[in-house]
């Protein structure tokens, strides 16, 4: 019997793996030729001719220059077409929706904010989140109808088997039994939710720190601290999302929280959150500590002291990293990671001393030894895990020649 048009081996299911090659390499490398495509994919140059005809009469690809400088008659450039397809991504915190959306080669075409009231009903959660999405939309020129895919993050994650928003108690009007259906309803495109710190580990994944690595955890230590796990280049979500909840891990050193969920904190948050910082600070003696949000007050605090080495910065770096590692040595322990990626700004903000002096302390704790990094994407992390998962989807949409 004929292999029909979906078996594996068949002649439209190889051009349409070879489109996607193609069209893969042209995303990663930038403008290429005919020639370059060719040898990129082992592929004779007539068939890289009918290929590259294929996918620009299917509008998936455009000349865009030739080359120069080179010996020779200039050769025709051919790239992605950005307009064959659009995604968007919201993050979301109790301060503010922030939306965006790209084209198919990853640019930012739009962004739009929405500041949110301390209370809101779920009512009012679906027009923030549709007013955010129309801002971007506007900033881009396009209409709803454009985007292809949404990627929403928030704080938490919504239980698989309910629906109902988790570990988030402080996102108000987030928690209504019908949210999801209600926002479904109001969007016209596909809409997933993911965590924001899982997002943030798509985010280095794809562009950052953690390229190449299969087995990563990721902590993040920002308006509150959570991590991200990878294994086996996915991510692990656990039973009802909740994996990656380290600020909830009971730790030494810190007094145990009981009845987490009512009060949407834990040990290792109370011993290493942002909020620990202006603590300690005074614990040890400052007395410039910065007023304000904690998390603004906590990346100041280690941006000075990774700046100035005094006694007393020392000791507040190095306190700071023994409590971090008390968290991830758990983590280390456990899961045995290739790479643990340090993102957040009450991260970051410590620079390589305070990286340095968590690698340190993680290397007496724990059995195992990963390598420690900070992260690399820091304009908006959380955001551009939430295009990069919506691009990723897209891609694979709009990508498929086999159909």
């Keep these: 019997m004929a292999g029909t048009a979906g078996t594996p081996g068949t002649p439209r299911v190889l051009r349409a793996m070879n489109d996607r090659t193609a069209l893969d390499l042209l995303l990663a490398h930038g403008p290429l030729s005919r020639t370059r495509i ?192 990878v294994l086996g280049g996915r991510l692990h979500r656990g039973w009802t999302g909740g994996a990656g909840e380290v600020g909830f891990l009971p730790v030494p050193g810190a007094p145990l929280v009981r009845q987490v969920r009512k009060a949407n904190s834990g040990g290792f948050q109370e011993l290493a959150g942002s909020q620990a910082l202006p603590r300690l600070a005074r614990e040890i003696g400052m007395n410039d500590v910065p007023s304000g949000p904690y998390t603004e007050a906590a990346a100041t605090l280690l941006e000075r002291a990774a700046a100035e080495d005094t006694v007393l910065h020392r000791l507040l770096l190095e306190t700071y990293a023994t409590r971090l590692a008390t968290g991830l040595a758990s983590l280390v322990s456990v899961l045995d990671p290739e790479l643990v990626v340090l993102s957040g700004t009450a991260l970051t903000a410590g620079g390589e001393t305070l990286r340095a002096l968590v690698e340190a302390e993680l290397a007496d704790l724990a059995a195992s030894r990963p390598k420690l990094v900070l992260g690399d994407v820091t304009e908006h992390p959380v955001l551009r895990g939430a295009l990069e998962s919506a691009l990723a989807a897209t891609r694979d949409e709009v990508f498929d020649t086999s159909r």
């Design 38 to 229: 060719g040898k990129l994919t082992g592929l004779s140059k007539p068939t890289a001719s009918q290929l590259l005809a294929r996918l620009e009469a299917a509008g998936l690809v455009l000349a865009t220059g030739t080359t120069e400088g080179r010996p020779g008659p200039n050769a025709q450039l051919y790239g992605v077409n950005p307009a064959a397809g659009y995604a968007a991504g919201l993050d979301v915190t109790p301060e503010r929706v922030l939306a965006a959306v790209a084209d198919l080669t990853g640019r930012t075409v739009g962004t739009y904010e929405v500041a949110t009231p301390a209370r809101k009903a779920a009512g009012a959660v679906v027009r923030q989140v549709t007013d955010a999405l129309d801002g971007a939309v506007k900033a881009a020129g396009l209409t709803r109808d454009d985007v292809r895919r949404l990627v929403v993050a928030t704080p938490g994650a919504f239980d698989p088997t309910t629906g109902r928003l988790r570990y988030a108690s402080h996102l108000p009007g987030w928690h209504a039994p019908a949210l999801l259906d209600d926002l479904a309803a109001a969007l016209p495109m596909p809409v997933e939710y993911e965590n924001d710190v899982n997002l943030v580990a798509v985010a280095e994944q794809r562009l950052g720190a953690a390229r190449g690595h299969e087995d990563f955890v990721l902590l993040w230590n920002e308006g509150g601290l959570g991590a991200a796990l």
